[in-house]
Nanobody, 123 residues
Framework: VQLQASGGGLVQAGGSLRLSCAAS????????MAWFRQAPGKEREFVAA????????YYADSVKGRFTVSRDNAKNTVYLQMNSLKPDDTALYYC?????????????????WGQGTQVTVSS
């Protein structure tokens, strides 16, 4: 599975961005997809995940109510809609995929990773 993340950019606090993660090489019907982020000097942290088949979604407490993860079966793409962005959301955002349906927030389980897309939120 190859993952290509895009959609990052510079936005003011309170603004919105939508990240995309396009997958190729395999259909994702049996995969779980997630977004992680890593800010300079900090560890990579879980943001959100979605179980491709059922559409069940999971979020970090820090983004609940502001971010929404979704997927498009026809395009084999997962999205992260980010609203009410804060400067603390500034990070390099990665998409990842795995076939293990548990521990969505543990990065060690994810076998496939995209290259990352930078999100910068100015105050």
């Amino acid at each position: 599975v190859q993952l290509q993340a895009s959609g990052g950019g510079l936005v003011q606090a309170g603004g919105s961005l939508r990240l995309s993660c396009a997958a190729s090489g395999r259909t994702l019907s049996t995969y779980g997809m997630a977004w992680f982020r890593q800010a300079p000097g900090k560890e990579r942290e879980f943001v959100a995940a979605i179980r491709w088949g059922s559409g069940s979604s999971y979020y970090a407490d820090s983004v609940k109510g502001r971010f929404t993860v979704s997927r498009d079966n026809a395009k084999n793409t997962v999205y992260l809609q980010m609203n009410s962005l804060k400067p603390d959301d500034t990070a390099l955002y990665y998409c990842a995929a795995k076939t293990i349906y548990r521990d969505w927030d543990w990065s060690g389980d994810y076998a496939y990773w995209g290259q990352g897309t930078q999100v910068t939120v100015s105050s």
